[in-house]
């Protein structure tokens, strides 16, 4: 299993941008499946962004789709949610997680499980 470590939240108004950082510690990076997810206040955890090991495969929520990007560098063991154009409604603690090689879309489907970092966006 890899390790996670996610970073980068905060408080933001409407409009603005923000990228969040996953660090992955553990062997063979480049074949793990990394996904990003949120869970607001009351709600259940969802998806967000996934990449596959390469890059060429991503899928994105319909909420946040032509507003997110996911990307991965292996070198560096890291994957980023680059957030434009950040809604209220896109408020949560967002969660990084990582499986191996088949993406998934399902919370459940994934074992390695960051801490969390919070995102805030004001109206």
């Known amino acids: 299993q890899v390790q996670v470590v996610e970073s980068g939240g905060g408080l933001v108004q409407a409009g603005g941008s923000l990228r969040l950082s996953c660090a992955a510690s553990g062997r063979a990076f480049s074949i793990y499946v990394m996904g990003w997810f949120r869970q607001a206040p009351g709600k259940e955890r969802e998806f967000v962004a996934v990449?596959?090991?390469?890059?060429?495969?991503?899928y994105y929520a319909d909420s946040v789709k032509g507003r997110f990007t996911i990307s991965r560098d292996n070198a560096k063991n890291t994957v980023y949610l680059q957030m434009n154009s950040l809604k209220p409604e896109d408020t949560a603690v967002y969660y990084c997680?990582?499986?191996?090689?088949?993406?998934?879309?399902?919370?459940?489907?994934?074992?390695?499980w960051g801490q969390g970092t919070q995102v805030t966006v004001s109206s």
């Open positions: 997680a990582g499986r191996r090689l088949i993406v998934s879309l399902s919370p459940a489907a994934y074992d390695s």
């Open positions: 990449t596959g090991g390469s890059n060429s495969t991503t």
